[in-house]
Structure formats: structure tokens, C-alpha cells
């Protein structure tokens, strides 16, 4: 079945650790977008790309960076997790020609 | 700039009563018009869709309507259930490879 998966779904860590959070889409979809949603549910895009090797910043700057090796997956990394970096990270995939996006389960990420 | 404005919830109601959660949107051109649905706990979903004026998008009961008159895309549902508790996000694409999201209606229905 064809799907986006986000990989932890929860992750409690502590502060100055390096994490990274995994994406994988089976949709075969060329356009992929990391989103931090906070506390008030309101979306912000951090990072998209529009195909391998292609990575752009998003409107809302983060100290997060992200790599697309391969079609399929997207993976965000922090460096040096923060306390300000709590948050919601959702994970998104679009058809090249089309504008509506597919979300992942999202993986909540508390940094203590 | 292009934008979208939604009403501020929460929106209780109780099952089987009328929904309407009412969205505008600021664009140049003619945007393509989305709402979305996140569950507690989970990604979002996308809802329905239109993608020309005086379309309707609809859905598992839930409808909109393309509205270029008054830049509307209003979300209406004749009888909510206790199941469709989430929170709904209105979402414009302005023909480039980004959406711009509402900020969240959250709607709550009791039994």
C-alpha cells in the first residue's frame, strides 16, 4: 500500500543530543516537505525539496538540515537538540504536477 | 501576500447538529482550495479539494464550495458525529510547489 511513514512517532531526549527523524513515502512522489507544528496547531514549512539532491529552507527558519539521497526518503537531523526544539514534526510528499500533499503520522519530539 | 483566514474555534456542537467552518482566502491568480483533517495524534488527512471557482469539493458528508466572488471555501457538513471531533485546516496552493495553511479550527461534538 502505498503510504509516508515518519519513524520514531514519540522521542524524549536530552538537550545536546544529535537526533535525526526519518521520512519514507512508497508514493513515489518527487516533492517532499518537513512541517514543525506547535502547541496552537499552526503549520509552519521548514525544509522541502523538489527531487534528489534538491533541498530548499521553508518558511520558518530551523537550526534542523535535511539530505535527499534517494526519491523515497527525507530525513530531518538536529545536530544539538534544544529545549526550543520541542515540538510536532510532520513529514509531506506531492505528485510533481499536482499541489495537494500527503502527511506522515508525525513524530512528537520532546527535548528535556 | 497570499493568505488564509479561518474561524477561530472551538466549535462545539452536539451529534447530528449542522457544521460550518467558515474560511477566506487572500491570493493573486486562481489558487487551488484544500481542507484537511487532523485527528488526535495523528497526521493530516486531506479532505476535499477544488481547484476552479464554483467548484465543489465533498467527502465522507463534508462539502465546499469554491467561492471566487467572495474568496470563500467554506466547510459544511449536514450532521456531524462524535467521530469527526479534530481539528480542520483550510489550505490554499497559489500554483507553486507550497500551501498556505489556516491556522486550525478545532471541533468538538458531544453525544
Known amino acids: 500500500e502505498a503510504d509516508i511513514y515518519q519513524t520514531p512517532r514519540y522521542l524524549v531526549i536530552g538537550t545536546g543530543k544529535k537526533i535525526t527523524l526519518e521520512c519514507s513515502q512508497t508514493?513515489?512522489?518527487?516533492?517532499m516537505y518537513w512541517y514543525q507544528q506547535d502547541p496552537g496547531m499552526e503549520l509552519h514549512l521548514i525544509h522541502y525539496?523538489?527531487?534528489?539532491?534538491?533541498?530548499e529552507k521553508g518558511d520558518l527558519s530551523s537550526e534542523s538540515t535535511v539530505s535527499r539521497i534517494r526519491t523515497e526518503h527525507f530525513p530531518l537531523t538536529l545536530e544539538s537538540a534544544r529545549p526550543s526544539h520541542t515540538s510536532q514534526y510532520l513529514c509531506?510528499?506531492?505528485?510533481?504536477?499536482?499541489?495537494?500533499?500527503?502527511f506522515g503520522p508525525g513524530t512528537r519530539l520532546t527535548v528535556t | 501576500g497570499n493568505s488564509v483566514t479561518q474561524m477561530e474555534g472551538p466549535v462545539t456542537l452536539s451529534e447530528e447538529a449542522f457544521l460550518t467552518i467558515n474560511c477566506t482566502y487572500t491570493?493573486?491568480?486562481?489558487?487551488?482550495l484544500f481542507w484537511y483533517v487532523q485527528y488526535p495524534g495523528e497526521g493530516l488527512q486531506l479532505l476535499l479539494k477544488?481547484?476552479?471557482?464554483?467548484d465543489k469539493g465533498s467527502n465522507k458528508g463534508f462539502e465546499a464550495t469554491y467561492r471566487k466572488e467572495t474568496t470563500s471555501f467554506h466547510l459544511e457538513k449536514g450532521s456531524v458525529q462524535v467521530s469527526d471531533s479534530a481539528v480542520y485546516f483550510c489550505?490554499?496552493?497559489?500554483?507553486?510547489?507550497?500551501?498556505?495553511f489556516g491556522t486550525g479550527t478545532r471541533l468538538q461534538v458531544f453525544p
Open positions: 509531506a510528499s506531492s505528485e510533481f504536477a499536482y499541489y495537494e500533499q500527503y
Open positions: 508514493m513515489g512522489h518527487d516533492k
Open positions: 525539496s523538489y527531487g534528489v539532491n534538491s533541498t
Open positions: 491570493a493573486t491568480g486562481y489558487p487551488s
Open positions: 477544488a481547484t476552479k471557482a464554483d
Open positions: 489550505a490554499l496552493s497559489d500554483n507553486t510547489d507550497k500551501l498556505i
